[in-house]
């Protein structure tokens, strides 16, 4: 699906876009992980039931278990003890992330590369998941933010999917300059990948926080309600040990808030050496949940 040029319009974007006849869905299972783990009462006995269903995940959250991340010393022999190992929290992020791996495994990248994607995504979720954690008013939505880390950049899966020799384009014209915009992503794609991000995500039925959240990383102020979920997860993102060609970087001394009336104001370099064990911590399990 080629278009006969290196730059595409909106309209002609929009067009494919709506002529997809398959769209890359969440699988069921990670669906219902995500769905339980929402809720308070869930035990992970309710989990382990859920996970079983899919042999591939069983298998893959075993590895997990098993894997130098996870730190056993004895190896686990039974779902049950493997999610022990791991815990809710890591369980929601490794079936999310495996989950969105094989949903978008059809979508054969044509230029963007694919596996530094999947380390940025992985790394900025796992970073903005404990950042919330550690948050008293945003504790308990760990598991969303988690979501919208993982989803923030998935435009650009979408658009290099759609138009390819456009993607490529784009590319060069960033190597050229050494910058990057979403200017310069709608000049030459059409839109910008925040707004073929929301567009696609729309199909998905998510909870509208995820979706506002995800797509207002760039401009938090206008996720309305859940300002202080986007302006946690543009934290995230920037501190995130991986990032992609695209991605859109702000300058280490900028000051990054979460909270409007936060007393100590800290620039992005004090916030990566406050957080380095959690940004080392992100990096490890981008490493070990993309790997295969």
């Given at each position: 699906?080629?278009p006969?040029?290196?730059q595409?319009?909106?309209?002609?974007?929009?067009?494919?876009m709506q002529?997809?006849?398959?769209?890359p869905t969440?699988p069921?299972?990670?669906?219902?992980v995500?769905?339980l783990?929402?809720?308070p009462?869930?035990?992970?006995?309710?989990?382990?039931?859920?996970?079983?269903l899919?042999?591939p995940?069983?298998?893959?959250?075993?590895?997990?278990?098993?894997?130098a991340?996870?730190g056993?010393?004895?190896?686990?022999t039974?779902?049950?003890?493997?999610?022990?190992?791991?815990?809710?929290?890591?369980?929601?992020?490794?079936?999310?992330?495996i989950?969105?791996l094989?949903?978008?495994?059809?979508?054969?990248?044509?230029?963007?590369?694919?596996?530094?994607f999947w380390?940025?995504?992985a790394s900025?979720?796992?970073?903005a998941?404990?950042?919330?954690l550690?948050?008293?008013?945003?504790?308990?939505?760990?598991?969303?933010?988690?979501?919208?880390?993982?989803?923030?950049?998935?435009?650009?899966?979408?658009?290099?999917y759609?138009?390819?020799?456009?993607?490529k384009r784009?590319?060069i014209?960033?190597e050229?300059?050494r910058?990057?915009?979403?200017?310069?992503e709608?000049?030459?794609?059409g839109?910008?990948?925040?707004e073929?991000?929301?567009?696609?995500?729309r199909f998905?039925n998510?909870?509208?926080?995820?979706?506002f959240?995800a797509?207002?990383?760039?401009?938090p102020?206008?996720a309305?309600?859940?300002?202080?979920?986007a302006?946690?997860?543009?934290?995230?993102i920037q501190?995130?040990?991986?990032?992609?060609?695209?991605?859109?970087l702000v300058p280490?001394?900028?000051?990054?808030?979460?909270d409007?009336g936060q007393?100590?104001?800290?620039?992005?370099?004090?916030w990566?050496?406050r957080e380095s064990n959690?940004v080392?911590h992100?990096k490890?399990f981008?490493?070990?949940?993309t790997?295969?």
């Amino acid at each position: 699906m080629s278009p006969v040029t290196t730059q595409i319009s909106r309209g002609t974007l929009l067009k494919r876009m709506q002529e997809l006849e398959t769209l890359p869905t969440l699988p069921a299972v990670a669906q219902k992980v995500f769905t339980l783990a929402s809720d308070p009462e869930v035990t992970l006995k309710d989990l382990q039931g859920v996970i079983m269903l899919d042999p591939p995940l069983t298998a893959k959250v075993m590895k997990v278990a098993n894997s130098a991340y996870a730190g056993r010393r004895f190896p686990a022999t039974g779902l049950e003890s493997a999610l022990v190992t791991i815990g809710m929290q890591e369980l929601v992020g490794i079936c999310t992330t495996i989950g969105l791996l094989n949903a978008f495994s059809p979508w054969v990248p044509e230029y963007f590369d694919r596996r530094y994607f999947w380390l940025h995504s992985a790394s900025s979720a796992y970073i903005a998941q404990h950042l919330a954690l550690s948050d008293p008013k945003l504790s308990g939505k760990s598991h969303e933010l988690f979501l919208a880390g993982i989803l923030h950049d998935i435009g650009w899966i979408v658009m290099d999917y759609l138009a390819p020799d456009s993607v490529k384009r784009a590319y060069i014209m960033r190597e050229e300059i050494r910058e990057w915009s979403s200017k310069l992503e709608r000049r030459y794609l059409g839109m910008d990948h925040v707004e073929a991000g929301f567009l696609f995500l729309r199909f998905w039925n998510l909870p509208e926080e995820v979706v506002f959240v995800a797509m207002s990383h760039h401009e938090p102020e206008t996720a309305g309600p859940w300002k202080r979920h986007a302006h946690l997860l543009q934290l995230a993102i920037q501190l995130a040990p991986y990032k992609h060609p695209f991605s859109i970087l702000v300058p280490e001394e900028q000051v990054i808030s979460v909270d409007s009336g936060q007393k100590k104001l800290l620039t992005l370099a004090q916030w990566r050496e406050r957080e380095s064990n959690l940004v080392e911590h992100a990096k490890k399990f981008a490493d070990m949940i993309t790997g295969g």
